[in-house]
């Protein structure tokens, strides 16, 4: 009876200053700027956005370099 992920892949923010669109390089300066914890494997980059939830962004090859093409925000909790 809950929901546990959203997936977003139209272009746009979200809440925390990042989405679809975004460049590798934004992604890069906004963790940082922010200290969150983060993880990358391949062309995927996971963010702590709470203790039990955590947003992954999925990078794709654009002009310029990556952006991202997909957000997932995730709920472990019960």
Do not use: K
């Not at 980059?45 to 039990?52: G, Q, R, T, Y």
């Amino acid at each position: 009876g809950r929901v546990d992920r959203i997936v977003v892949t139209e272009r746009g923010g979200w809440p925390r200053g990042l989405g679809v669109g975004s460049t590798r390089a934004e992604v890069d300066r906004y963790t940082g700027e922010h200290r969150l914890l983060r993880m990358t494997t391949g062309d995927t980059i996971e963010i702590a956005v709470c203790p039990d939830d955590r947003a992954f962004l999925h990078l794709a090859p654009a002009v310029g370099g990556q952006r991202v093409n997909r957000v997932e925000l995730v709920a472990w909790g019960p």
